[in-house]
């Protein structure tokens, strides 16, 4: 006994805690050259890399200096395990941080790797609210396998803002449901970046996807990458001279430098312009940057990439984990989009909409009779609910039942993904053959017209959605929400008062089911499951709707778009 505590002391002093300031503001910036307001962290964007060792307590103080836009952020791919209240997501886990509103985050850092922060607020972060997140561990496996580290992120970029993009995608006169396409690619949310190579050394290159829509294909002239984890997790390693990163991934890559210093080398990432559905025009459809070996002699002019990528799917996990077996629970999403009563394109999740409830998910756990919580009833219809049992084996299936590919992301766990049909492949029956050892991964693509299958241990109480990666579909509803062991977290979890202040400001109820009804649980009536009409993202003050979007102004905004629908 006397052991074990000595070693949660010495557990208790090595860890830190690492504080951050923030002041969430406008800027101007011009990272491809045309120069546009973008969100930043005290007057600086890019944003702030968030760096910490495994254990450590992360504690972010967040203050709401955008006077016209709502806040929140999520640290994706952190298990926020005990941690509930700290995932991010409005309308879920806390509610809106208003304008001149201050929200602290406070939560282990867990596990290791490379993940990223980001705004998920109502359609915000590709404004530019999103950063990496470097979550070191002294024993991770490949430890010793580098020299120095280097950190990229690729990103789809827009010259518009998302409140004036969000209500012309999700409108009559969109009603195929044609995404704005992305204006630019960015590299380090810049371009023509550089990096300084030393000849011989070995860089461990953590590629983070911090994108809106658009999966990037990233290569290296002439340096074969070796992939040693994905999504945070360390993989068996793995050569390839391109990777596809969808939103929201991460490939851990390592590559060594040539021996001499005679020249210099371009690195691609390229938009995968199969993903757009309009006839747009993208003028920047790749961002270049440069391994610099040599500032004397100059920069390659010229490189005709190979992208022929690796399939993530055959990564094997370092720690060799089996694929989970007898499945306790299992979860069927079959996803689609259909047009509603407006005729807006919208996204459907067994018919079904997401739409945000009148309390937050878990605050809806947290205040419900210990009766009700394991009723998914209580969650209401629109907030796609499935609740799960402590400890259970549980099985995602998502059909995907759309012509587009889709990056499926689940907040609280790196999961199994057991099976991933091809474009067009019958949906999942249970029959196909599944992975023995299942990359483990938090965003996952689903090809078109074809299931992916994961599954995981429900070992991390929580609500967690379960959404598509893609900005654009988040705001058309294609989110479910998972109640992982919600009888776990009643008396566990307390609310912050500083959220709850945040709630008050937001005059957003605290308490009750999903419509706010705390005297009778299984009365859902006014709990929202159709899809308010306008989407202004996170202005707090909405342009005077339906005249707006009827007035010559928003005519402009729209032929300003090019070649938009
Ligand atoms: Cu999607």
Same mark, same amino acid.
């Given at each position: 006994m006397k052991y074990l505590c000595v070693l949660a002391w010495l557990s208790a002093t090595l860890a830190a805690t690492v504080t951050y300031n923030w002041d969430i503001n406008w800027v101007e910036a011009a990272p491809d050259g045309f120069k546009r307001p973008v969100i930043g962290i005290n007057g600086q964007w890019p944003c702030p890399t968030i760096e910490a060792n495994l254990g450590d307590t992360i504690i972010v103080h967040v203050y709401n200096g955008l006077v016209n836009e709502t806040t929140g952020i999520h640290f994706h791919g952190q298990t926020q395990t005990g941690t509930g209240t700290m995932d991010g997501p409005s309308g879920v886990n806390q509610c809106s941080i208003p304008p001149g509103g201050t929200f602290t985050y406070n939560f282990t850092a867990n596990p290791a790797g490379s993940f990223w922060y980001h705004s998920h607020n109502k359609g915000q972060y590709p404004d530019g609210l999103r950063g990496p997140l470097i979550i070191h561990d002294p024993k991770d496996v490949y430890a010793g396998s580098y020299d120095e580290e280097l950190t990229l992120t690729l990103s789809d970029w827009y010259y518009k803002q998302m409140p004036v993009m969000l209500p012309l995608y999700l409108n009559p006169d969109n009603s195929a449901g044609v995404e704005p396409a992305p204006n630019s690619t960015l590299v380090n949310d810049s371009q023509n970046i550089t990096f300084a190579i030393t000849p011989g050394k070995t860089y461990r290159l953590r590629v983070i996807s911090v994108g809106n829509f658009v999966g990037q294909i990233f290569e290296v002239e002439d340096h074969e990458m070796t992939i040693i984890a994905v999504d945070s997790v360390p993989v068996h390693q793995a050569s390839t001279s391109s990777i596809y990163v969808s939103v929201g991934q991460r490939f851990d890559v390592l590559f060594t430098a040539k021996p001499t210093a005679t020249k210099n080398y371009f690195f691609i990432s390229s938009i995968d312009q199969s993903m757009i559905g309009g006839d747009f025009e993208i003028t920047y459809p790749n961002a270049y940057g440069y391994l610099v070996y040599n500032p004397k002699p100059p920069l390659p002019a010229v490189y005709q990439p190979t992208f022929s990528w690796i399939d993530d799917f055959t990564l094997v996990p370092y720690d060799n984990e089996p694929i989970l077996g007898t499945v306790d629970h299992q979860i069927v999403i079959n996803m689609n989009f259909t047009n509603d009563a407006y005729d807006i394109n919208r996204a459907v999740i067994n018919g079904q909409t997401y739409v945000t409830q009148i309390v937050p998910s878990l605050y809806t756990v947290l205040s419900a009779p210990a009766v009700d919580v394991m009723n998914p009833l209580i969650y209401g219809n629109g907030s796609n609910p499935f609740v799960v049992q402590y400890d259970q084996v549980v099985e995602i299936v998502i059909n995907n039942y759309d012509t587009g590919s889709h990056p499926w992301y689940m907040h609280g766990h790196q999961f199994q993904v057991v099976y991933r049909g091809a474009m067009d492949t019958p949906f999942w029956d249970g029959t196909q053959p599944v992975s023995a050892i299942p990359v483990r991964r938090d965003v996952v693509m689903v090809?078109?017209?074809?299931?992916?299958?994961?599954?995981?241990?429900?070992?991390?109480?929580?609500?967690?959605?379960?959404?598509?990666?893609?900005?654009?579909?988040?705001?058309?509803?294609?989110? =479910?929400?998972?109640?992982?062991?919600?009888?776990?977290?009643? *008396?566990?979890? !307390?609310?912050?008062?500083?959220?709850?202040?945040?709630?008050?400001?937001?005059? !957003?109820?605290?308490?009750?089911?999903?419509?706010?009804?705390?005297?009778?649980?299984?009365?859902?009536?006014?709990?929202?499951?159709? =899809?308010?009409?306008?989407?202004? *993202?996170?202005?707090?003050?909405?342009?005077? !709707?339906?005249?707006m979007l009827r007035s010559r102004a928003d005519m402009r905004a729209r032929q300003e778009m090019s070649s938009w629908p």
């Open positions: 090809n078109t017209m074809a299931s992916a299958v994961w599954r995981f241990k429900a070992n991390n109480p929580g609500v967690f959605l379960i959404h598509c990666h893609i900005e654009w579909h988040v705001e058309a509803g294609l989110q =479910a929400t998972l109640f992982e062991a919600p009888d776990h977290l009643q *008396g566990a979890l !307390t609310i912050p008062a500083d959220h709850l202040k945040v709630c008050k400001t937001d005059n !957003t109820p605290t308490v009750g089911n999903a419509a706010g009804n705390s005297k009778n649980w299984l009365d859902l009536a006014g709990a929202p499951v159709v =899809a308010p009409r306008y989407d202004y *993202g996170s202005l707090v003050t909405p342009p005077a !709707t339906a005249k």
